[in-house]
T-cell receptor, first 115, second 115 residues
Framework: KAGVTQTPRYLIKTRGQQVTLSCSPISGHRSVSWYQQTPGQGLQFLFEYFSETQRNKGNFPGRFSGRQFSNSRSEMNVSTLELGDSALYLC??????????????FGEGSRLTVL | AQKVTQAQTEISVVEKEDVTLDCVYETRDTTYYLFWYKQPPSGELVFLIRRNSFDEQNEISGRYSWNFQKSTSSFNFTITASQVVDSAVYFCALSEYSSASKIIFGSGTRLSIRP
């Protein structure tokens, strides 16, 4: 069974640009969550999508947005990039059937560097 | 507000020693989930355990064990007979019962096992 796939793995952008990150969940998983990991702030929840609808949202500015497609694949977008957006962006998927261990399956992340 | 505190930033032990990672949490919710995740150098987070707040039974899985004490708001993790492969960053985390994918992570404990 393929794991969570995130693309691209590494990217470099400059301030003011925008970026789109992609996440393909494990087959059959309908929930996709996004997290930002930085040395200073640690792991922070961005948002969660389920069946193409945003179900939960963290405390990030509106420059951070996401969406989910009918095949459960998800994208997140960051507009008007700032230096502080440099981070590892982790995507996680989960299965909501029964039995449910509550496990989130994480991808290896997309490492964004903003210059 | 929810908060998870991992006071131990780094721990280094010699292989085969037992090691306990501390976790203290704060929440106003009466029902919630607690988690432990492991992050090896590759970057992806690996699920170790989820406990719900009304199940205070300790759990053992091989060399891993978890001690949940609601009275002290602690959820500690012990590795018995540590191995070099246990070297990683370990995160304790908390979520609301109704939003299990919206996880609040602690700052992590970097565990180094020396041969």
């Amino acid at each position: 069974k393929a794991g969570v796939t995130q693309t691209p793995r590494y990217l470099i952008k400059t301030r003011g640009q925008q970026v789109t990150l992609s996440c393909s969940p494990i087959s059959g998983h309908r929930s996709v969550s996004w997290y930002q990991q930085t040395p200073g702030q640690g792991l922070q929840f961005l948002f969660e999508y389920f069946s193409e609808t945003q179900r939960n949202k963290g405390n990030f500015p509106g420059r951070f947005s996401g969406r989910q497609f009918s095949n459960s694949r998800s994208e997140m977008n960051v507009s008007t990039l700032e230096l502080g957006d440099s981070a590892l962006y982790l995507c996680a998927s989960s299965w909501e059937g029964r039995p449910n261990t509550g496990e989130l399956f994480f991808g290896e992340g997309s490492r964004l560097t903003v210059l | 507000a929810q908060k998870v505190t991992q006071a131990q930033t780094e721990i280094s032990v010699v292989e085969k020693e037992d090691v306990t990672l501390d976790c203290v949490y704060e929440t106003r919710d009466t029902t919630y989930y607690l988690f432990w995740y492991k992050q090896p150098p590759s970057g992806e987070l690996v699920f170790l355990i989820r406990r719900n707040s009304f199940d205070e039974q300790n759990e053992i899985s091989g060399r891993y064990s978890w001690n949940f004490q609601k009275s002290t708001s602690s959820f500690n993790f012990t590795i018995t007979a540590s191995q070099v492969v246990d070297s990683a960053v370990y995160f304790c985390a908390l979520s609301e019962y109704s939003s299990a994918s919206k996880i609040i992570f602690g700052s992590g404990t970097r565990l180094s096992i020396r041969p």
